[in-house]
């Protein structure tokens, strides 16, 4: 019986060396192919955006983003202020940028920010829990603190239905990692947030003062991250960019010194920092200065022409043409992208 089994055993010997050998031939295959995909992908450069602000000009950033998508370009991180938070945290949850054209296109942007009730529209003075409306629309809130006009609440809805239906309720489940830039109204110093709630931190970075009320923060009163950092190319490099992609929305080379005091942010900062605050932060401009460093440092510089548009001028047929300028502007730097695609 003992021979019997043996005798067995060595009929069936082929066949597991052939099995053996097929596993080992796969084996090898599959280590092949990884030694020569890890060197490539340990040298591929790490890639940031930087999404700058501009109120309804964001939309230009959507163009880009088309363009960046064409030519196979893979973001690794992403840094934005005020409407370049919302583009680029919407983004990074993993809209594309032909989502994020339907949203720019589609959206009524005017109710949206101005948090107007439309059931109160023919009402010229309404008082509801602490909140005065005009004409439906929110001019004095009681239960907030800090200066600003607007509420920003149906923003915050919005955005944070948006993010959540992609499962990402913070910073850690983004697709793409991402920082959002603000302004600590007490301090006047920057602030990168970087986890979080992403909707509340996409609202603090778009609050301008006089216009939107702070964000409380824990200890930080935030607003518009525009104040302080208005292209935050240092921030990606912060990430650990190699390459930076920028995205300006400023218009003209001079244009942030012409806009040496904005009546907004004066009306806002004076609030919390009083008067010898204001004039030390008129007398600085730390916003200018940073501003032109991380011009200066950007690797590719997009800067979409927008001449005939200001940060209001939100509107389907604005959006569509400013979309277009984002793309145009995208294009003249083609070949410069084309080397940053990965290939396929």
């Known amino acids: ?73 893979h973001i690794d991180c992403i840094a934005g202020s005020s409407i370049g938070a919302v583009v680029g945290g919407l983004y990074a949850a993993g809209y594309s940028a032909s989502e994020l054209d339907t949203l720019f296109q589609t959206q009524e942007w005017f109710s949206l920010l101005t948090d107007r009730k439309t059931s109160l529209m023919n009402e010229p003075y309404q008082n509801i829990d602490g909140v005065t409306y005009i004409f439906g629309f929110p001019i004095l809130d009681k239960n907030r603190r800090g200066f600003g006009i607007m509420r920003g609440g149906r923003i ?54 006089g216009i939107f009320k702070p964000v409380e923060w824990g200890d930080w009163l935030l607003v518009d991250g525009g104040m302080l950092n208005n292209l935050p190319v240092d921030i990606c490099r912060q990430m650990g960019a190699d390459i ?24 806002g900062l004076a609030d919390i920092l009083g008067i010898n605050g204001i004039l030390k932060w008129v007398a600085n401009r730390p916003d200018i200065a940073k501003y032109s460093e991380n011009r200066k440092d950007a690797d590719i510089y997009i800067h ?32 410069e992208l084309q080397k940053l695609a990965v290939e396929k």
């Not at 930076?244 to 009306?267: C, S, Y």
């Not at 022409?305 to 502007?329: C, E, H, V, W």
Request: hydrophobic residues 45%.
């Open 1 to 73: 019986m003992q021979i019997e089994r043996n005798t067995k055993f060595y009929l069936r010997f082929p066949v597991f060396l052939r099995i053996f050998a097929t596993a080992m031939k796969r084996i090898l295959l599959i280590l092949i192919v990884a030694s020569l995909l890890i060197p490539a992908m340990a040298g591929r450069p790490k890639i940031g955006l930087a999404l700058g602000g501009g109120g309804a000009k964001g939309a230009a950033e959507v163009g880009v983003l088309k363009v960046l998508e064409e030519a196979g370009i």
């Open 244 to 267: 930076v992609i920028a995205i300006d929305l400023q218009q003209g080379e001079t244009q942030p010194r012409k806009q040496e005091i904005d009546v907004g942010n004066v009306f």
């Open 304 to 335: 979409p022409s927008l001449p005939d548009y200001d940060i209001t001028k939100f509107g389907n047929k604005n959006s569509a043409r400013m979309i277009q300028a984002g793309y145009s502007a995208a294009k003249e730097q083609w070949k």
């Open 156 to 209: 915050e809805q919005v955005i944070d239905s948006m993010v959540s239906v992609r499962g990402c309720t913070d910073f850690e489940s983004l697709r793409i990692p991402f920082r959002c830039v603000a302004a600590d109204i007490r301090t006047a110093e920057e602030v990168v947030i970087s986890d979080g709630l992403v909707y509340k931190a996409i609202r603090a970075s778009m609050a301008i003062p």
